[in-house]
């Protein structure tokens, strides 16, 4: 009989964030139509709570007002004394925290969403943080095939220096919703509906967890994380070339060694280096200008996870 992960207890608590970034308005949008009605988010015994990360900059309709939330939640920011010196946005962690954590203890909410949007063409993405976690890898396998034909990619962000203190790593299991392309302080029906869909999804498969179905072993295309790379500069720091058109648009495309990356206004093509073939991502997306990064390089692997189910429903 093939191994199998077993849960002693249901999935209980689960929230959905939107803005955390306060420009990414599809997340806003539906969080705050759930606050008025959240007659769809609902399963039974479950507690589903929708809920707006980033207040003031989603007033303000920008992406933070001090530094990223995005990024802040680690140990050290969330034990700091709160004082009025501290950015806004580690004081709004600590709160968050405060109230869907605290982080690393049992207390934590069982499931965080976070929802976000790209100016890049990546489409549905699901983020990833942990490749051995087989409840999650089932999930992502659940919504990728629930979502078919439309195509849904996963991006692992599981790497030693890249990883960063995300808004959902509060929780248990943090799931990040990517989905584009959408400009920032922009709403797209399109973009909307397939989030949308995706929450629904999510939300399904949880409910026939803790309803007893038992999910067989499974494995989903994944794409991790390898390197940022930045724009080509000049010896002022300032950005030298932009990204060439055969790769804008390209995200999830292969780009292979010698294959033109960039390109300056003289017309000079700068191409890709290294000696392997890589999964871009995130390509020119419009908030990482000052994060220096011009796309992500990925690998493509496949990951497997057990069967999964209740313990409370297996003989």
């Known amino acids: 009989m093939a191994s199998c992960w077993v849960a002693e207890e249901p999935i209980k608590k689960i929230a959905i964030f939107g803005g955390t970034h306060g420009n990414e308005l599809t ?12 007659a769809e988010i609902q399963r039974t015994g479950l507690e589903v709570k929708p809920f707006i990360t980033n207040p003031r900059a989603v007033e303000k ?20 004394e709160i004082s009025d010196d501290l950015p806004y946005e580690v004081r709004r962690a600590q709160e968050i925290n405060h109230l869907f954590g605290p982080k690393n203890s049992e207390d934590s909410y069982d499931i965080i969403f976070d929802l976000h949007n790209t100016t890049s063409n990546m489409g549905c993405t699901l983020i990833l943080e942990d490749s051995k976690n087989d409840f999650l890898i089932q999930m992502f396998h659940y919504i990728k095939t629930s979502l078919a034909p439309l195509p849904c990619f996963v991006y692992l962000i599981e790497h030693p220096s890249l990883k960063y203190a995300t808004t959902r790593s509060i929780a248990k299991y943090p799931v990040g919703i990517e989905v584009g ?25 949880i409910q026939h967890f803790n309803e007893g179905k038992e999910f067989p072993p499974c494995a989903i295309e994944v794409y991790k994380t390898m390197e940022k790379v930045d724009y080509p500069r000049n010896e002022s720091g300032e950005i030298a070339a932009v990204i060439h ?18 390109v300056s206004l003289d017309g000079m093509i700068i191409p ?15 908030a990482y200008y000052e994060k220096k990064e011009a796309f992500a390089k990925t690998t493509k692997l496949t990951l ?11 003989n």
């Open 181 to 205: 392309p959408q400009p920032q302080g922009v709403l797209r029906a399109d973009i909307l509906y397939q989030m949308r869909k995706m929450i629904k999804h999510a939300l399904d498969f």
């Open 245 to 262: 058109p055969n790769l804008q648009d390209q995200d999830w495309k292969p780009l292979y060694p010698g294959d033109p990356a960039f």
């Open 27 to 38: 997340g806003v949008f539906l969080v705050k139509h759930w606050l008025r009605n959240g």
């Open 272 to 286: 890709l280096g290294g000696d392997c073939t890589v999964y871009p991502v995130f390509v020119n997306e419009a």
């Open 61 to 80: 309709c920008t992406r933070y007002i001090d530094c990223d939330l995005n990024r802040v939640f680690n140990l050290e920011n969330l034990s700091k």
């Open 304 to 314: 497997n996870a057990k069967s999964i189910a209740l313990l409370s429903n297996r």
